[in-house]
T-cell receptor, first 114, second 113 residues
C-alpha cells in the first residue's frame, strides 16, 4: 500500500520560477495538509483541506497556493520561488480532521531555491 | 515564547538506558498530544497518541501528559540503536488535525551501541 506519495523528492529552482509539488494518497482520506520543515523551526502548517473543493490557510501560507479537485490529490504550488522557500515539504493526510484520527506523512520533498 | 518548547539535543545515551524526552507548551486549549519519530531523510511516523492528561503505554514506549503543568513526556525503555532518530512532539486542539498540528522543534536522540 502506497499511503501518502510525494513527488518530486528533490528539486532545485531558480528565484522567480514556479513549480508544483505533488501529493497523492490512496487511503480515501478526507483531510490533507502541507507542512514545511526548517532547521530550528520544527514543522509548520502551510495549507490544509478537509475535503474535495475545500482549502484553508495554515500558519505560513504566503507564497503558496493549493487546490483540492479530487479526494486523492492535493498539489502545492509555489507561485514565484524565493530563497526563503528552501525547505523540506511534507504532505500529510488523515481519515477526517476530527479527533482520534492518525495523521500520516509522506516521505518529503527537498526543495532548494537559488 | 513559542507555543511548544522542545530541547533539540543531541541527547546521547548508551544502549539499554531509559530515555526521557519532554515538551512544554503554553496553549491550554491543546487536548491531543502526539509523539512522532523521524529518521533522517524520512517523513514523521506516529509513535504515540494521547488525549488529555494521563499515561499511555505501548511496548517499550510510555507517553505522559500533565495538562496542569503543560508538560508532556515520552519514555523509551531498553533503548536500542534503532531508536536513534529525531523525536517530535505535536499537539492540537481538535485531534485529527483540522486546526493543524503544532510541533516542537524535535530532539535528536543517539543510542550508543
Amino acid at each position: 500500500n502506497a499511503g501518502v506519495t510525494q513527488t518530486p523528492k528533490f528539486q532545485v529552482l531558480k528565484t522567480g520560477q514556479s513549480m508544483t509539488l505533488q501529493c497523492a494518497q490512496d487511503m480515501n482520506h478526507e483531510y490533507m495538509s502541507w507542512y514545511r520543515q526548517d532547521p530550528g523551526m520544527g514543522l509548520r502548517l502551510i495549507h490544509y483541506s478537509v475535503g474535495a473543493g475545500i482549502t484553508d490557510q495554515g500558519e505560513v501560507p504566503n507564497g503558496y497556493n493549493v487546490s483540492r479537485s479530487t479526494t486523492e490529490d492535493f498539489p502545492l504550488r509555489l507561485l514565484s520561488a524565493a530563497p526563503s522557500q528552501t525547505s523540506v515539504y511534507f504532505c500529510a493526510s488523515s481519515e477526517t480532521g476530527g479527533s482520534g484520527n492518525t495523521i500520516y506523512f509522506g516521505e518529503g520533498s527537498w526543495l532548494t531555491v537559488v | 515564547q513559542k507555543e511548544v518548547e522542545q530541547d533539540p539535543g543531541p541527547l546521547s545515551v548508551p544502549e539499554g538506558a531509559i530515555v526521557s524526552l519532554n515538551c512544554t507548551y503554553s496553549n491550554s486549549a491543546f487536548q491531543y498530544f502526539m509523539w512522532y519519530r523521524q529518521y533522517s531523510r524520512k517523513g514523521p511516523e506516529l509513535l504515540m497518541y494521547t488525549y488529555s492528561s494521563g499515561n499511555k503505554e505501548d511496548g517499550r514506549f510510555t507517553a505522559q501528559v500533565d495538562k496542569s503543568s503543560k508538560y508532556i513526556s515520552l519514555f523509551i525503555r531498553d533503548s536500542q540503536p534503532s531508536d536513534s532518530a529525531t523525536y517530535l512532539c505535536a499537539m492540537s486542539v481538535s485531534g485529527g488535525g483540522a486546526d493543524g498540528l503544532t510541533f516542537g522543534k524535535g530532539t535528536h536522540l543517539i543510542i550508543q551501541p
